[in-house]
């Protein structure tokens, strides 16, 4: 069965600097990936999907960019963090072809910007 | 395109207690259902799911949904809960493409 590895847990970052999450996938190959957020106390929020390498859909216009250089990596970036940006981010993954939407998540990363 | 509503935000129950999660959802065909949970700080872990056939679908944990088409619904039930259920319900919604709608979440607190 597929593993979502997320990294880091947590992070801590300055208004303005820059930003890199990183999710790897373990036991599948070519699946659908998902980056989310979810606000405190709120629901998910989907913000990039890919259906294969260099394949970015993104959900929400943003300050957030999304780039799949492997088949099971997929990483999130910002060149200038906002406080807007703050939130719990999860990866992920479904497995390729499948077409039944079922997603499995990794354990997501807690993104502070002060 | 397909929604999903919980109208429960926050549910306390005793522990030992049944325990009743409601899902509302709206999209035109028989949709992909599902149910998942989150602790604390945690990951979305898969409770249970529905693509078809029988409406009483039994998940992990000792939970279990029943898919209701007439009233557009897809409530998740446990007879019987432990503290370790305390945590963040979400349904979700799929139709087949690559994108699943979330509801907003239903946060169960069981006291002793």
């Known amino acids: 069965s597929q593993t979502i590895h997320q990294w880091p847990a947590t992070l801590v970052q300055p208004v303005g600097s820059p930003l890199s999450l990183e999710c790897t996938v373990e036991g599948t190959s070519n699946p659908n990936l998902y980056w989310y957020r979810q606000a405190a106390g709120r629901g998910l929020q989907l913000l990039f999907y890919s259906v294969g390498i260099g394949q970015i859909s993104s959900e929400v216009p943003q300050n957030l960019s999304a780039s799949r250089p492997q088949d099971r990596q997929f990483i999130l970036s910002s060149k200038k963090l906002l406080l807007s940006d703050s939130g719990f981010y999860l990866c992920?993954?479904?497995?390729?072809?499948?077409?039944?939407?079922?997603?499995?998540f990794g354990a997501g990363t807690r993104l502070s910007v002060l | 395109a397909q929604s999903v509503t919980q109208p429960d935000i926050h549910i306390t129950v005793s522990e030992g207690a049944s325990l009743e999660l409601r899902c509302n959802y709206s999209?035109?065909?028989?949709?992909?259902l599902f149910w998942y949970v989150q602790s604390p700080g945690q990951g979305l872990q898969l409770l249970l799911k529905y693509f078809s056939g029988d409406t009483l679908v039994q998940g992990i944990k000792g939970f279990e949904a029943e898919f209701k088409r007439s009233q557009s619904s897809f409530n998740l039930r446990k007879p019987s809960v432990h503290w370790s259920d305390a945590a963040e319900y979400f349904c979700a919604v799929g139709a087949g493409d690559y994108k699943l709608s979330f509801g907003a979440g239903t946060t169960v607190t069981v006291r002793a």
């Open positions: 999209y035109g065909a028989t949709p992909y």
């Open positions: 992920a993954c479904e497995v390729a072809g499948s077409a039944k939407n079922i997603q499995y």
